[in-house]
C-alpha cells in the first residue's frame, strides 16, 4: 500500500476499500487487505483478474473448461494448437474489454500475436484457449 494511502488510514481510517471500476478493483481489494478495511476479499479477485490463475484454480477443484495452456513463448502456442487443433484463441491473461484478442488460424500467425500481447501486457503471459463454435448462451 502507498505510504500516502497508509498515512491516510492511520490518520481516519478507512471502513471500506471499493472501486467501482474494473481495473480498480484489484488495487482495492489489496489495499483492503493490507490496511485491515473491509473489501472484496483478495483471493477471488485476483483470481478473476487473471485468467490462467483462474483456469488453474479451477482445475485443481475437478471443474472442466476448454483445453488451454499460459504460453510463455510463441513456440508454446504453436504447440497447443498443433496437439488441440486450430484455430485458437490468444489472449492476455490478464486483458480486460476484449482488447488484444486473437484468433490464429495456424502456426504463421502466433509469433505476431504473441508480441502484440506481450508489448501492450508486459506482466502478464498470453493464454491460448481451443477455438469453440456453436450457439453461444
Same mark, same amino acid.
Given at each position: 500500500?502507498?505510504?500516502?494511502?497508509?498515512?491516510?488510514?492511520?490518520?481516519?481510517?478507512?471502513?471500506?476499500?471499493?472501486?467501482?471500476?474494473?481495473?480498480?478493483?484489484?488495487?482495492?481489494?489489496?489495499?483492503?487487505?493490507?490496511?485491515?478495511?473491509?473489501?472484496? !476479499?483478495? &483471493?477471488? %479477485? /485476483?483470481?478473476?483478474?487473471?485468467? =490462467?490463475?483462474?483456469?488453474?484454480?479451477?482445475?485443481?477443484? #475437478?471443474?472442466?473448461?476448454?483445453?488451454?495452456?499460459?504460453?510463455?513463448? !510463441?513456440? &508454446?502456442? %504453436? /504447440?497447443?494448437?498443433?496437439?488441440? =487443433?486450430?484455430?485458437?484463441?490468444?489472449?492476455?491473461?490478464? #486483458?480486460?474489454?476484449?482488447?488484444?484478442?486473437?484468433?490464429?488460424?495456424? !502456426?504463421? &500467425?502466433?509469433?505476431?500475436?504473441?508480441?502484440?500481447?506481450?508489448?501492450?501486457?508486459?506482466?502478464?503471459?498470453?493464454?491460448?484457449?481451443?477455438?469453440?463454435?456453436?450457439?453461444?448462451?
Amino acid at each position: 500500500v502507498p505510504d500516502l494511502l497508509a498515512s491516510m488510514h492511520a490518520a481516519r481510517p478507512f471502513d471500506v476499500v471499493v472501486s467501482f471500476q474494473e481495473l480498480g478493483m484489484l488495487n482495492a481489494a489489496v489495499a483492503g487487505h493490507r490496511l485491515g478495511a473491509q473489501s472484496n !476479499p483478495l &483471493e477471488p %479477485v /485476483e483470481l478473476t483478474c487473471d485468467k =490462467g490463475l483462474m483456469r488453474q484454480h479451477l482445475d485443481a477443484r #475437478g471443474i472442466r473448461s476448454i483445453p488451454y495452456r499460459t504460453a510463455t513463448s !510463441p513456440e &508454446e502456442v %504453436v /504447440e497447443f494448437g498443433e496437439r488441440c =487443433g486450430w484455430p485458437v484463441i490468444l489472449k492476455p491473461s490478464g #486483458g480486460t474489454g476484449s482488447k488484444q484478442i486473437h484468433k490464429l488460424h495456424g !502456426p504463421d &500467425e502466433a509469433a505476431a500475436a504473441y508480441a502484440a500481447i506481450v508489448k501492450d501486457f508486459p506482466n502478464s503471459h498470453p493464454i491460448a484457449e481451443k477455438y469453440i463454435t456453436g450457439p453461444e448462451v
